[in-house]
Each structure stands twice: as structure tokens, then as C-alpha cells.
């Protein structure tokens, strides 16, 4: 005989009824305010990764001892309801995936959850919009135009000079934000859909300058797929791998189609927080005029790095030749049949090194320590030809439930899932990487053998996508040498064991260092300790010192500095953390409390 208390469902064992079960019971948990049942729920070892949504952070908790503390204290104000499926759960070695949607008190989530026989082994929630306050797109898009008779009709181009002439003098941006590079754009976009005052503000005359300037052979290294800007995807033929003169065009024309508040021009001199006003005095010069701007919220978008690390060689003030950062290199044109030592091994160092062979010059990649390589096909193929390609769009995969996807792999275990891709990597490519080092060059897979984007997320640095560069090293067309740089002579370089490099030109493809560094030299060392380190897992491998931070420091998320924020990225991060960022800077805008749940401690300063 059936248990009367049994619910029918109960008895059905597909993924879907088996996703239904959950999110009932999940709900009823949390309906009652029943934290141990809800934690309970999840598996021994379990991760909820909360973007915005129950925390007003961006956060992950692990374990059912996690769970149960966050709710403890956000369960009540966030008022969760309304989960359920939005398309059919699949099963996959006994782990059930499911796309979700929610409620909260303020606002409407998207989230992914796995369940395997424990219960939920992860779940993602996401905030994407907030109740009342909805982005004016689709069924919600503005009309353009009112129509009827009306003599004092304002047209949509006296609106927006009223509104460029206005913004900045007569009324103060509620948002600022320093730097107009694709991260600064995007969440300028973001901005301005959601209604919010803002300035993006940057030194150049124009948008776009920050990719024009570069050395001229630059692409990006990333494809299409991953790279669209948030609203405005790039056409269905724009290229794969991006020049970046038309990256520059692509930004110039984005800022405009999408109303940008973008001050060119600009240079942000200082900028100190009054506590008690809630409220930053931001000292600009436009164009050579003095401004100051009082903004509620600062945000730093100067990338993802900060200043460039230039090292202090001994010899360097006698060295006859040029001499240069690589963010400051101008190309390769100028040094056709010159000797050039290019100091590092990673991304920059490549292409610029790449660059100099192609125009004829005599070429040496100073390598310091080792770095990890992989070709672009391969990375294409197996590390992002499920999420981002037209394989992905032809099975479905859109770029939301992409970047969503991604997002709902916890940085603890995602070394886990990265690790058997680059072991096929390692099995597809075995002949170059042979090659590579036979040829001298120091190869790594990572600490762990994770590959390229657990690099890119503990460090920033350490890998290179080859494009090319790397079959010059492997064949000897670019010299190799190893060693750190003990002096510069007027006309060579000196490496700790006595090797002396000729050199007309030397570069210096030495990295950068926190983006905390910016606030130091606008704001002030004080409150660039006070916020911390920016970037990094607390993974603690190399360039990564633990403790275990749970999510990238002080990115797109609450810091220990009120009205401070750092927003960078590559342009997939820029295009799908804006969003979360913009939601809780339109929070404050509205006055919607936003109490924050695990404010991120500071463990480094630099």
C-alpha cells in the first residue's frame, strides 16, 4: 500500500521529477524558514555560488555549514519564492543539471543547479533584474517618439545635448567611472539602460584609442564568440580573432549607438570619500579644464591590471638604445634589421617578439620563468568549443546560458573540470610541445595541470595562446636565453650568469601589477591597503597566496572602502559581470537596502 504521506512525485525518478522534488521541498524549507532543512538539502560537499541575488555580493559559500550560515542571515530579507525549471533537465554520470528561475523580495533570478545522490552539489543563483526597475528592452522598450501634435516637442537629439551639456555641471553623475576601455564602456551600457547618472571618463581623444595606440599587429586572442559587449552583439560575420584597430572602431561606434555618457580627454588628477556625505570628490581636467565631479559611487575600469611593472635594472640610464614597457611599444616597423631583447615569455612578449621577426629584426625572448603555451585551434576546439563557437549556438548554446554555465562551475572545483581538457590538449599537440622544448623553452601546465584559464584566474599572467610566435621559438627564428637580467651596458643586455645580448632596442614584457595600484596614486596608499589586492582566488599556487578567497578579489562586488569598486576583465567578464555590478550600483540608486552578506576580508595588499 502507498504511504499516504508520499507525495506522488516522490516515486517518479527521472531528472525532471527529480529537479520538481527538490525545488519544492527547497522552497517549502525556505517558505518556513527552516535553515537546517534547507541546508540539508545539499550534499556533503556542496557549493552555492550567489551572484547579487540572496547576498549582495558576489559569493560563494561551501558545505551545508555554509549554506545555513548565509541564510541564517539573508534568508528573511531576501524572501525567495518561485523556483522552478525553465527547460528540461539532462543526467550525466548520475549528476542532474538544471536551468532554474526564481524570485526574491526585489527582484527576478536565473540560476543553474546539480543535484547528484546527495542532493544539490551546486547551485548558482543570479540576480538579473530588479522588480520595478526593469531594463526598458523587448515588450519594454522605449517608443522613440510621441506622436500626436506638440508645440513644445523635444526631440530626441535636443534631449541628449541637453543632457551632455547638463551632465557633469548642472547635475552630478551618480556613478563616475575611470577608464573607457571595453570594461568601462560596457558598464556604461549598463548604465545607461538601467537609468542611472553615470561618467566614463578616459584620457584618450577618443573611444577605442586604448586599442588603436597599440603595436599594430595586434588581435585579439580570444573569438568572437566569447568576446560580444552586453546588448550589442558583433555581426554573424565579423571576424573570429579581432584586429584591434577594428576592436577600436567597434567601441567608438558602440558608445555612441548606445548613448555612453563617455567624457574623451579626460584625466582624474584625485578623488577622497567623505564618509559622512556619502560622497566622493572626484578633481578632473577635461580637455585642460579643471572640474571637480561628486559622485555617490567610483568605479575603477583600468582593466584588469594595474600599472605596468617596469623593472629597475642597473644600467638601464646608460643603455643607448630604446628601451620600453610593452604596453608602451610601438611596433615593429622601426626595427627591421635591429637586434631586439624582449625581457618575458608570456602573451605580450610573444606577439611582440613574433612581431620584430616578421619585420626582419634579430630577435631574443629572455625567458624567466616558465610559461604555459596553447594553440589557439586546440584552445578553440576543446577548452571553449562547447560554450562559445557556432557549434555551441547550432546545440543551443546561447552566450547568456554560456556565460552562465561558466559561471556555475565554483572557482574550488573548477581546476577539476579544466584539467582532463588540457590533458587532451597535451595528447592532441604532443609533437609541438616536444618540439617547443627541445628548442630550450620552460613549459608548464599549470600547478596543477589546469591549463590556461585557471592561470588566467589565480594570476593573470604565466600563458601565452599561441598564434604563431610559439613555432618561431620552436624552430629557433626567435632566440632563446634564461635568466634574470643582472645590468644594461650601452648596447647589451647582461643576464645573471654572464650571457651579454646585443641589443638595439630592449622590451619589457615584465606585467603589472593590482589594480588597487590606480587607487594608490588617485586616491591614496591608505585606501588602496584598505581595499587590498585586486584579482586572484587565494588558491594558493604561484602568484595566488591562500588564504581560500572563494571568488576573484574586490572584482565587480562590495569593498571595504564605501562607494569604491574595480570592474576589468577580458571582454566576456566585462560583458557578464557589468550586469551584476550595474543591478547593485541601481540598488543604491533606488534606495533599495542592500546589506551585504561575507564583505571580502583583506589578506594582501599588493
Known sequence: MTDILEHPSDRVTGPQQRVDVWLRDFEAALAARDVEAAAGMFATDSFWRDLVSFTWNLKTVEGRDGV?????????????????????????????????????????????????????????????????????????????????????????????????????????????????????????????????????????????????????????????????????????????????????????????????????????????????????????????????????????????????????????????????????????????????????ANNSAHDICGALWEVGADVTMVQRSSTHIVKSDSLMDLGLGDLYSERALANGVTTHKADLTFASLPYRIMHEFQIPVYQKIAERDADFYDRLEKAGFLHDWGDDGSGLFMKYLRRASGYYIDVGASELVANGDIKLAHGNVRELTEHSVILEDGTELEADLVVYATGYGSMNGWVADLIGQDVADKVGKCWGLGSDTTKDPGPWEGEQRNMWKPTQQDGLWFHGGNLHQSRHYSLYLALQLKARYEGIPTPVYGLQEVHHLS
Open 68 to 344: 545555513a550560515g548565509m541564510l541564517r542571515e539573508r534568508l528573511a530579507d531576501t524572501d525567495p519564492s518561485g523556483f522552478c525549471t525553465t527547460e528540461a533537465p539532462t543526467e550525466d554520470d548520475g549528476v542532474v543539471s538544471a536551468w532554474i528561475a526564481f524570485e526574491t523580495a526585489v527582484g527576478r533570478g536565473e540560476g543553474h543547479l546539480r543535484l547528484n545522490d546527495e542532493g544539490a552539489w551546486t547551485l548558482l543563483t543570479t540576480l538579473q533584474e530588479l522588480k520595478g526597475h526593469e531594463e526598458g528592452k523587448k515588450e519594454r522598450r522605449p517608443r522613440g517618439t510621441k506622436h500626436g501634435a506638440d508645440r513644445h516637442r523635444v526631440t530626441w537629439s535636443e534631449q541628449r545635448e541637453a543632457e551632455e551639456r547638463e551632465l557633469g555641471y548642472k547635475t552630478q553623475p551618480y556613478v563616475v567611472i575611470v577608464g573607457g576601455g571595453q570594461g568601462g564602456i560596457a558598464l556604461g551600457a549598463r548604465m545607461r539602460q538601467l537609468g542611472i547618472p553615470a561618467l566614463v571618463l578616459d584620457k584618450y581623444d577618443r573611444p577605442g584609442d586604448q586599442w588603436r595606440g597599440r603595436y599594430k599587429s595586434l588581435c585579439l586572442h580570444d573569438p568572437v564568440w566569447y568576446d560580444h559587449l552586453p546588448y550589442l552583439p558583433f555581426p554573424e560575420n565579423w571576424p573570429v580573432f579581432a584586429p584591434k584597430d577594428k576592436i577600436g572602431d567597434w567601441l567608438e561606434m558602440y558608445t555612441r549607438i548606445m548613448e555612453v555618457p563617455y567624457w574623451s580627454k579626460t584625466l582624474c588628477t584625485s578623488a577622497s570619500y567623505d564618509d559622512a556625505a556619502g560622497e566622493w570628490t572626484v578633481n578632473i581636467e577635461r580637455d585642460g579644464e579643471p572640474l571637480v565631479l561628486r559622485p555617490k559611487q567610483l568605479v575603477i575600469a583600468t582593466g584588469m591590471s594595474g600599472k605596468p611593472n617596469i623593472p629597475s635594472f642597473p644600467g638601464m640610464d646608460r643603455f643607448q638604445g630604446d628601451q620600453h614597457h610593452s604596453s608602451a611599444h610601438p611596433g615593429p616597423d622601426a626595427y627591421a634589421g635591429k637586434k631586439a631583447v624582449v625581457i618575458g
